[in-house]
């Protein structure tokens, strides 16, 4: 199995940009496809960016593309989600979450989930 621990979230004005890390640990950590999902107070959790076990392939939700982008430090088992141009709509709690497959909007549930950092967007 693999544990993951998010860091990073916080409060920010709109407009602003937060980086989220995820630290990954176990015997496989390094070869787990990783990525974020989000959820907003009474809302489904939701997709939001994932990447593969090498950092060649990285999906995004729509709303997200153009302002945040995933990568991955193997090195460190560590995934960052670099958020820019924060609106105060993108303001939920984000968790980490990895799998052994790779994570698309077109698969199931990832298997493994971290706590969740929240990050609130304010106008």
């Known amino acids: 199995q693999v544990q993951l621990v998010e860091s990073g979230g916080g409060l920010v004005q709109a407009g602003g940009s937060l980086r989220l890390s995820c630290v990954a640990s176990?015997?496989?950590?390094?070869?787990?496809?990783m990525g974020w999902f989000c959820q907003a107070p009474g809302k489904e959790r939701e997709f939001v960016a994932t990447?593969?076990?090498?950092?060649?392939?990285?999906y995004y939700a729509d709303s997200v593309k153009g302002r945040f982008t995933i990568s991955r430090d193997n090195a460190k088992n560590t995934v960052y989600l670099q958020m820019n141009s924060l609106k105060p709509e993108d303001t939920a709690v984000y968790y980490c979450?990895?799998?052994?497959?790779?994570?698309?909007?077109?698969?199931?549930?990832?298997?493994?989930w971290g706590k969740g950092t929240l990050v609130t967007v304010s106008s």
């Open positions: 176990g015997r496989t950590a390094s070869y787990y496809a």
């Open positions: 990447i593969t076990w090498s950092g060649t392939s990285t």
């Open positions: 979450a990895a799998d052994r497959s790779t994570i698309t909007p077109a698969t199931g549930s990832p298997r493994f």
